[in-house]
Nanobody, 127 residues
Framework: VQLQASGGGLVQAGGSLRLSCAAS????????MGWFRQAPGKEREFAAA????????YYADSVKGRFTISRDNAKNTVYLQMNSLKPEDTAIYYC?????????????????????WGQGTLVTVSS
């Protein structure tokens, strides 16, 4: 599956942005989709994931309660609504497809979980 992310930009702390990830290629609705992010000088990290039906969502503790992941299978698109943004949310955000979960009492995702990467979109949060 090919993934195209968009929606990044510059926003003040406390503001909101919505990222979109349009998918093309083989069946979109059958896979877990997600978002990762990479801040300057840091490793890429998991942010959020959503099951194929949209019925299950998973979040990193750092974004829980502020970010919401959703998907529209009819449009082959995944969204990341980001509210109450903080300067530490500044990063390149990457759409990810065909995620496989790890389990150690709860499900979690790492960069090794990802089957398909999209190009990144830059989010900059000013203080």
């Amino acid at each position: 599956v090919q993934l195209q992310a968009s929606g990044g930009g510059l926003v003040q702390a406390g503001g909101s942005l919505r990222l979109s990830c349009a998918a093309s290629g083989r069946t979109f609705s059958s896979g877990v989709m997600g978002w990762f992010r990479q801040a300057p000088g840091k490793e890429r990290e998991f942010a959020a994931a959503i099951s194929w039906s949209g019925g299950s969502t998973y979040y990193a503790d750092s974004v829980k309660g502020r970010f919401t992941i959703s998907r529209d299978n009819a449009k082959n698109t995944v969204y990341l609504q980001m509210n109450s943004l903080k300067p530490e949310d500044t990063a390149i955000y990457y759409c990810a497809g065909d995620l496989n979960a790890y389990y150690n009492g709860s499900y979690y995702y790492t960069v090794d979980s990802v089957g398909s990467w999209g190009q990144g979109t830059l989010v900059t949060v000013s203080s």
